[in-house]
């Protein structure tokens, strides 16, 4: 997920003013008037680039640190926020769509937080503004991008729902998957479950492949189903987050497993 704050102009106008304010009142000069009319003066637009995990979490936390008269607006393609992190579920028919998705209008408007569901164009950081996909433009003087990842199928010619594979990594690509799963649960045979190089983490791919276990278990065709983990990591458990998962530290495969090597784990 990507994460950055811009700092605007008026950011750097108000650290100016800080600066300036504080030497008036070392001379006692400013009166309590105002300090209050100064504080109006400055205050911020925050403006949140996109609304999901990271987003909306983000634009909770902004709006309890904001002072009152800041004002906060976050941009999003629409007003549906999707809980990614229980897609796995929805491909196994363990959840629905509507179980895991909010419409962000109401939740944001009791907690004042402007939304945009046009969706951004472009970023202009030297005008401080977002062009949103209708042609009109939001001023900021803070930026905070949260746009998530942008999933990069084309990489791996055949790769992802377009292709000739299945994705959790949106909640759409879920629903897609689910049918096969039914099919598979009907009509038992191979499935391959990993990631390809290049992600930048190999969690959700861990995860699918032990709710799958568990769903086919259920369905009571689990034997009839080999299951192969394929992954680019240099050993089970690395996870691509720099390592996070020590090679002796990683319990025994639930499946066959195929390294960056192109060796099988033993399991």
């Not at 394929?230 to 090679?247: F, K, M, N, Q, S």
Request: glycine share 8%; proline share 7%.
């Amino acid at each position: 997920m990507l994460s950055a704050i811009h700092r605007g102009r008026y950011g750097r106008q108000v650290i100016e003013t800080d600066r300036h304010l504080s030497r008036i009142k070392d001379d006692s000069l400013e009166s309590g008037k105002n300090r209050a009319n100064w504080m109006e003066e400055t205050m911020a637009h925050i403006v949140v680039l996109g609304a999901g995990l990271g987003g909306t979490i983000m634009a909770y936390e902004m709006r309890e640190k904001l002072r009152a008269s800041d004002t906060l607006t976050v941009i999003n393609q629409g007003t549906t926020y999707s809980f990614v992190p229980s897609n796995p579920w929805v491909a196994v028919g363990w959840r629905d769509r509507d179980d895991i998705t909010v419409d962000l209008s109401t939740v944001f408007a009791r907690r004042k937080i402007a939304l945009r569901p046009e969706g951004a164009r472009k970023v202009l950081p030297k005008e401080n503004r977002v062009e949103l996909n209708d042609g009109s433009f939001v001023d900021y003087d803070y930026l905070i991008i949260a746009t998530g990842p942008d999933l990069a199928f084309d990489e791996v010619p055949g790769l992802g729902p377009d292709g000739y594979t299945q994705s959790v990594c949106h909640i759409d690509h879920a629903m897609a998957a689910r049918p096969n799963f039914d099919a598979l649960v009907k009509k038992p045979g191979p499935v391959i479950v990993g990631a390809i190089q290049g992600a930048s983490c190999y969690g959700p791919a861990y995860e699918f492949a032990f709710i799958l276990d568990t769903a086919l278990r259920r369905a009571k065709v689990r034997d009839q189903v080999p299951m192969t983990f394929v992954t680019p990591e240099p050993y089970v458990g690395h996870l691509g987050l720099d390592g996070v998962g020590a090679p002796s530290r990683c319990s025994k495969a639930p499946c066959a497993t195929v390294t960056s090597s192109g060796s099988p784990m033993p399991r």
